[in-house]
């Protein structure tokens, strides 16, 4: 005997399935947001280093180190990860500074190298403030270790 | 009496017997009982029970060919991964 | 050709090859830059040479769904365009739009760009996939509305079928979704949350539609096969598409500092992925066996079963290979993810299009049904070089990955990236000479359109 | 090709399931994800298997014995709903249907009150592992209750306009389908996550 197996049905599926899968992502959202601050170190960004971790947030954005570099395992792959860098400099935002200031500006022959971005004192600050606070958030034990 | 009547009958046995497992499953749980063997006893009553819907409730039970088997094959994958689960933790 | 206003097509599938080939000159560059680090530094960095190849590659895809778009609707709802002006004229601000971006990631630096672009106003700037000023990011919104205008008017005016009515969702959610390229908060946990509602529910949601729809008009056009029949697998593989994929944006959640039951709904929900992927590679074998007339383009034939196959490899294997959450946990943000990148794109999203433009393009250019048998054998030439070129890149990448996550993370004593970097470099060199095939194919591709010119149609052997 | 069904009456060894193919490939891939779910709850409990067996102590086994038996009677309903229909009986189809949504209905309620409870007590996914199993695997259930009730009216809407009879229902068998398999998913879910220490 035949199959019933129309068209009408398919469609339905789609639709129903759609919004069904839909809703159920927006109430795992509407659940993680709700856990977030529990996790997410909005804590930094709202005490008095809040105003430097937002420029240092721009900064990161405006010279595009994600071209380059992951944070949290999410960029281009082609130089370290930095969602971790502050604990890997051994907690020192010193570390992080003086390493983007030694930069050469025509790089390393043969090799790769971070360009020299003649960041202000002010500027390098946030951007080490920025990197201190992401590397506070509760990322589920992730990088297994600290190289990243 | 034809075959339609005796699929509703049948069917309503099946859900006496169901019914029956459930307050089964319910006891075991009110009092408290664990164990291998007893966690083993519950899952099978609910992998009788869930053979029971796929056959005569979703009526699979009187197909010939593959699709007889599915939710056979779904109570039987998951059934085996949780026994093996809980066997290895008694 | 059945429809005059089908003919701006044309315009958005030359501009989207052109891109195409820029894309693929960036990815050597790139590929190069991995083995020689200072290769054109400091003049063409590794980062400005990225946002070439990535966002290329995003806008030529874009162009080239655009002028899918253009082409089938008419077809489909059996009506001329709504108004081909309006297409033409957004393909001309397109195109400027993209040229004048990625002229500004190569001529300035990027922070004088975001200056110059005034990103202080509304940043949005400086995310992945995301780098363009948040000008030209209005200017797809611009674009992609009168697009979605146009194409919503032929329908509406038109014959409503399955293909255009799940084409045009797909369109609608990939407009939608990318508005959240413009919410971009100081809080990263936030900001990568809804990111990836742009990046993923795009690749992995909304873009699928537009993939199956543009995959069922061609494979009805080329295989004869009834409509009801190919209309409904479309709705089931793309209905399980949906249902597995959102969800699946989970497994995206692991690491980012969102709460940790997103391992098991992302690891569950994107184990499924694959299945869609699978069905939709049944489903084109099976429609092309049960076929029910010879269509003269063999290449079009290949593309479309080509497509089948190397979704399923690149989205769902290679996917799958490091989606769940305990083997993420070592191999997140490593050379494994650019290799299910790479054969994911590939696979899925370039081949469709190629497939469409396979299909389109001996009929906007005046051929009654396919291109001479000698500009076939040159077209299916490339499809075999840049494949299997791409397979190797993504079998070397993964190697490199497999390598890289076992130095840097699992090892006794784990090694400093720029150390595993310089063991890994063999498996980058190889992937350079894999890249270097890729682009002899693209090269055989772009003459395919310029060989056998004058000679005749191929014409199906009798049987 | 639109392939028509005449008739899928109880004479044996038929090769088809009841309803729409569509619904069943459905059917199996939410089937699946539940498998995967379950198999997961048990090797994770594995792991913790003192967490698990103190926080279950912590859930209501009552009402999910209520549960049980509304979710196993409304099935009951249903299959006495398509009885019907392939009687050509409109009207009783559409009143086993409402019998059926109505027990669903009393799911919804007895499974939201202990939510509420719970959720007064401030649990929720985060709160440990066992409780995240818990909600998730019942809540994604919960809203396959939901589905299959609306599921359901549809199809009570439609046999109630005459949409359906003796010969072409198969619509009512898909739905059937579906609700037999929220029913399926329960019978496992309960033993498992109330029960099983």
Redesign the interface.
């Known amino acids: 005997m035949a199959q019933a197996f129309t068209k009408t049905m398919a469609r339905n599926i789609f639709y129903g399935g759609t919004a069904f899968f839909f809703l159920l992502f927006l109430a795992l959202t509407f659940d993680s947001m709700g856990q977030l601050p529990n996790r997410d170190n909005r804590a930094a960004l709202e005490g008095e280093f809040g105003p430097k971790i937002a420029m240092g947030k721009i900064l990161w954005e405006e010279n595009d180190c994600i071209g380059c570099h992951t944070l949290l395992g999410e960029g281009a792959y082609f130089a370290p990860e930095l969602g971790n860098v502050y604990t890997r400099f051994g907690n020192s935002t010193d570390a992080i500074k003086g390493f983007i200031q030694s930069r050469p500006a025509d790089g390393i022959p043969g090799r790769r190298s971070m360009p020299q971005f003649n960041f202000s004192a002010e500027e390098l600050d946030a951007l080490a403030e920025f990197l201190k606070y992401v590397s506070e958030i509760n990322t589920a034990g992730w990088p297994p270790n600290t190289q990243g | 009496m034809n ?2 009547v ?3 009958r049948r ?2 046995w099946v ?1 006496l017997v ?2 029956f497992f ?2 089964i ?2 006891f ?3 009092l ?1 009982l ?1 164990g291998l063997t007893i ?1 083993l006893f ?2 099978l ?3 009788i ?2 053979q029971l ?2 056959a ?5 039970g ?4 593959l ?1 007889r088997w ?2 056979f094959i ?2 039987f ?2 059934g085996t ?2 026994s ?3 066997y ?2 008694a | 050709m059945t429809y005059k206003s089908q003919s701006v097509a044309k315009l958005y599938f030359i501009a989207a090859i052109a891109l195409f080939a820029a894309q693929i000159l960036f990815g050597l560059i790139l590929g190069l830059q991995y083995v020689m680090g200072d290769f054109l530094f400091p003049h063409i960095p590794f980062n400005a040479a990225r946002m070439v190849h990535t966002n290329a590659l995003i806008v030529w895809l874009l162009m080239a769904f655009m002028g899918a778009a253009y082409y089938l609707v008419p077809e489909e709802s059996e009506t001329e365009l709504f108004s081909p002006l309006l297409a033409i004229l957004m393909f001309w601000i397109f195109l400027v739009a993209a040229g004048l971006t990625v002229a500004g990631y190569l001529l300035v630096p990027y922070s004088t760009l975001a200056e110059l672009t005034g990103n202080d106003l509304l940043p949005t700037m400086g995310r992945e996939f995301l780098e363009q000023p948040t000008i030209t990011k209005l200017g797809i919104v611009v674009v992609a509305l009168a697009f979605l205008f146009n194409i919503g008017m032929t329908i509406l005016k038109g014959r409503k079928t399955v293909i255009n009515l799940v084409l045009l969702l797909g369109l609608t959610g990939l407009a939608v979704f990318f508005l959240f390229a413009f919410y971009n908060p100081t809080n990263v946990v936030l900001d990568k949350y809804f990111w990836w509602w742009v990046v993923h529910l795009w690749v992995e949601g909304v873009w699928e539609l537009i993939l199956g729809s543009i995959l069922a008009f061609v494979l009805i056009k080329v295989t004869g096969v009834d409509r009801e029949v190919i209309e409904k697998w479309l709705y089931i593989i793309i209905a399980m598409t949906l249902i597995t994929g959102i969800i699946g944006t989970g497994h995206h959640y692991f690491w980012i500092g969102t709460p940790e039951y997103w391992q098991w709904w992302g690891s569950i929900f994107s184990a499924m992925e694959p299945i869609p992927f699978f069905m939709m590679t049944v489903f084109a074998f099976n429609m092309v066996n049960k076929r029910r007339r010879e269509h003269p383009n063999r290449a079009a034939t290949l593309w479309a079963l080509g497509t089948a196959v190397m979704a399923f490899l690149g989205a769902g294997v290679w996917g799958f290979l490091h989606t769940l959450s305990p083997v993420n946990y070592y191999t997140h943000g490593s050379q494994i993810t650019a290799a299910h990148g790479h054969m994911a794109f590939y696979g899925a999203y370039v081949m469709i299009n190629l497939t469409i433009i396979s299909y389109a393009m001996p009929l906007l250019r005046g051929r009654n049904a396919a291109n001479s048998n000698k500009s076939q054998i040159w077209e299916m030439w490339s499809f075999w070089l840049m494949t299997i070129a791409m397979v190797f890149i993504t079998l070397f990448l993964t190697g490199a990955g497999i390598l890289q996550v076992y130095l840097q993370r699992v090892a006794e004593n784990p090694q400093p990236f720029m150390v595993v970097q310089d063991q890994i470099a063999l498996f980058y060199w190889l992937r350079e000479i894999a890249g270097l095939m890729f682009f002899g194919g693209l090269v055989v591709y772009i003459a395919s359109f310029f060989v056998g010119q004058d000679e005749p149609e191929a014409t199906v052997a009798q049987s | 090709m639109q392939e028509q069904v005449i008739d899928t009456s109880d004479v044996l060894h038929d090769r088809h399931p009841p309803g729409d193919l569509a619904i069943w490939i459905f059917i199996l891939a939410e089937l699946s994800v539940f498998a995967v779910f379950f198999a997961a709850y048990a090797f994770t409990r594995m792991n913790n298997v003192e967490l698990f067996n103190e926080f279950q102590q912590h859930l209501d086994r009552q009402s999910a014995l209520l549960n049980t038996l509304t979710l196993i009677t409304s099935s009951y309903f249903v299959v006495r709903a398509v009885a019907a229909i392939k009687e050509n009986n409109h009207k009783l189809c559409v009143n086993w249907l409402l019998a059926a949504i109505s027990m669903g209905f009393l799911f919804v309620v007895i499974k939201s009150a202990e939510y509420a409870h719970h959720f007064g007590e401030g649990i929720n996914l985060s709160t440990n592992t066992f409780y995240m199993f818990y909600l998730s695997l019942t809540f994604f259930h919960f809203m396959h209750v939901i589905m299959g009730m609306v599921i359901l009216g549809a199809v009570a809407i439609k046999a109630k306009n005459g949409g359906y009879s003796d010969i072409e229902h198969t619509g009512v068998e898909t739905g059937a389908s579906y609700w037999h398999m929220v029913d399926l998913v329960w019978l496992i879910l309960f033993p498992l996550v109330y029960v099983m220490r």
């Open positions: 075959n339609k005796m699929g509703v069917c309503t859900y169901l019914m459930s307050f499953t319910y075991v749980g009110r408290e664990s966690s519950v899952l009553l609910a992998l029970k869930g819907v796929g005569y409730f979703m009526g699979l009187r197909l010939r060919g699709w599915p939710v779904w109570l994958i998951p991964l949780i093996i689960a809980f290895l933790s």
